[in-house]
Nanobody, 125 residues
Framework: QVQLVESGGGLVQAGDSLRLSCAASGRTVSTYNMGWFRQAPGKEREFVAGVSRSGRTSYADSVKGRFTISRDNAKNTVYLQMNSLKPEDTAVYYC???????????????????WGQGTQVTVSS
């Protein structure tokens, strides 16, 4: 059983930065793939970034160069550093864990077994 708890969301202005945290329990984060997804009102959930158990990272085109995913094994936490935020980044952000034997990060939410409760990020223009 894995539990994921996100934190760090908030209301910021365009151009600001935020760092989201996903604290995991039940299993060490370095032993499975982790992903960040987001869902804006009226839109489908979309993949944002992910890190495989080997440490390989993957990003959606819309956030490349602005967002960075990282992992702290000692704290059993995955982070999403978000810079140069835009109003279109406004969404509820979720972290998710894929406990399968996939060696690469999946961009499909269906591949993930565990999800956090989400944290709201609002970017004003």
């Amino acid at each position: 059983q894995v539990q994921l708890v996100e934190s760090g969301g908030g209301l910021v202005q365009a151009g600001d930065s935020l760092r989201l945290s996903c604290a995991a329990s039940g299993r060490t984060v370095s032993t499975y793939n982790m992903g960040w997804f987001r869902q804006a009102p009226g839109k489908e959930r979309e993949f944002v970034a992910g890190v495989s158990r080997s440490g390989r990272t993957s990003y959606a085109d819309s956030v490349k160069g602005r967002f960075t995913i990282s992992r702290d094994n000692a704290k059993n936490t995955v982070y999403l550093q978000m810079n140069s935020l835009k109003p279109e980044d406004t969404a509820v952000y979720y972290c998710a864990g894929d406990l399968s034997y996939r060696t690469i990060v999946s961009v499909s939410g269906a591949a993930y077994d565990y999800w956090g409760q989400g944290t709201q990020v609002t970017v004003s223009s």
